[in-house]
Structures are given as structure tokens and as C-alpha cells.
């Protein structure tokens, strides 16, 4: 079967401009996980969804970031007003289970550049 | 593709050597910890998980220790591949909690 799947895969953004980054996760999982990956870093947890209710956003790192699920499959991370340290690799997760206890299935990822 | 872990510790290992990867995490309450391989370009991959009620997991060719008392996590590779060249990243969570927390991440590098 089909596994995680994001895009773009790569989107380059001009300061000021907003983006949306889409994920699908893996048919059925409940749980779907966005996270932030620093060029030489472990990625680092934005938000958690849990179906459609967004139940942990406490690593969002401002009000520019958005992120929704509305019909608890495809997810979209939106940020408003790109600035240059928004520039990363964002990675989508899905897991089968209701928390973070569990194999989290990862997307390739979209690599953000943001001039 | 893009290289991931520029910066990073870096373990050499000579193909079909054993090899080890450690961790610290930094949660007492943390109960579950996973092990991710990254190759350039690609999303982590699950490689292994043990939870605190263990000290010992084995897989195919991989091992994880979990030493609670020093907060110490390792994954040893038997005989090591050319193909086990990546960036691994442990990572640790708790259950019933959402937030999982990566380390820093070390690059295995096998020279053939």
C-alpha cells in the first residue's frame, strides 16, 4: 500500500509570501504529526492530530503557522508572511494508534526555501 | 538530494564491523523510545522500538539498550552494511502523549 505522501517536495517562497504544504497520510491512521527539520538537525514537533481535532500545536513557533485537517485524512500546514529562518524540511508523520506511543510513518518531506 | 546531518557526529565503520550508536534523552518520564534512520532526501525511517518495562529488543541485524538509570539509549548494527549508511536519530515519547522528541542525530558512514 501507498504510504505517506507530501507536496510539493520542494517550494521556494520569496519573504512575505504564504505557503501550503500537503500531506496524505496512510489510509485509516488516526494520528498525523507535523514537524520542523533544520538543516544538521533531528526533526522537531510542531502539532499532533488526533482525526480531525488539532490536539497539541504547542510547537508551532509563532501565529504564522497554521495547520488543519478538516475531514481527518489530508492535512495542510500553512505559513503566512515566510520569513528566511521558516526555511526547512517540513515532515508529515501518520501513526495507527491515538498517541505518540506508536511507529510513526513518515513522508519524504517539502524542503522550504524561503529568499 | 538534500544531505541531512552536515554538521553531525559521525561513527566510521569498516563493512561487517558491528556497530554502535548512542543516545542520551532527557525526559524521566519518557516510556518509549524509537530508533529512525534518515538517508538524504527521504523522510525517517522506523527502524526499532523498545518501551521502559525493557532494557533489551532485538530486530534483524539490530539491537537497542535502555539504561533508565543514566538516561541512556544504544542501537547496535551486526554487521554493518554499506546500505546502513544514513543519519539515525533516536527519539523518545511517553504514553498517551503526542509530542516526540528527536536527538540530535548521529551520521554512520561504512566504507566498503
Known amino acids: 500500500g501507498a504510504g505517506v505522501s507530501q507536496s510539493p517536495r520542494y517550494k521556494v517562497a520569496k519573504r512575505g509570501q504564504d505557503v501550503a504544504l500537503r500531506c496524505d497520510p496512510i489510509?485509516?491512521?488516526?494520528?498525523l504529526f507535523w514537524y520542523q527539520q533544520a538543516l544538521g538537525q533531528g526533526p522537531e514537533f510542531l502539532t499532533y492530530f488526533q482525526n480531525e481535532a488539532q490536539l497539541d500545536k504547542s510547537g508551532l513557533p509563532s501565529d504564522r503557522f497554521f495547520a488543519e485537517r478538516p475531514e481527518g485524512s489530508v492535512s495542510t500546514l500553512k505559513i503566512q508572511r515566510t520569513q528566511q529562518e521558516d526555511s526547512a524540511v517540513y515532515l508529515c508523520?501518520?501513526?495507527?494508534?491515538?498517541?505518540?506511543?506508536?511507529?510513526?510513518?513518515f513522508g519524504p518531506g517539502t524542503r522550504l526555501t524561503v529568499l | 538530494g538534500e544531505s541531512v546531518g552536515l554538521h553531525l557526529p559521525t561513527l566510521s565503520v569498516q563493512e561487517g564491523d558491528n556497530s554502535i550508536i548512542n543516545c542520551a534523552y532527557s525526559n524521566s518520564a519518557s516510556d518509549y523510545f524509537i530508533w529512525y534512520k534518515q538517508e538524504s532526501g527521504k523522510g525517517p525511517q522506523f527502524i526499532i522500538d523498545?518501551?521502559?518495562?525493557?532494557d533489551k529488543r532485538q530486530g534483524q541485524r539490530v539491537t537497542v539498550l535502555l539504561n533508565k538509570t543514566v538516561k541512556h539509549l544504544s542501537l547496535q548494527i551486526a554487521a554493518t552494511q554499506p546500505g546502513d549508511s544514513a543519519v539515525y536519530f533516536c527519539a523518545e515519547n511517553y504514553t498517551g502523549g503526542f509530542k516526540t522528541i528527536f536527538g540530535a542525530g548521529t551520521r554512520l558512514f561504512v566504507k566498503a
Open positions: 489510509s485509516g491512521h488516526v494520528s
Open positions: 523498545i518501551r521502559s518495562n525493557m
Open positions: 508523520a501518520s501513526s495507527l494508534v491515538f498517541s505518540g506511543g506508536d511507529e510513526q510513518f
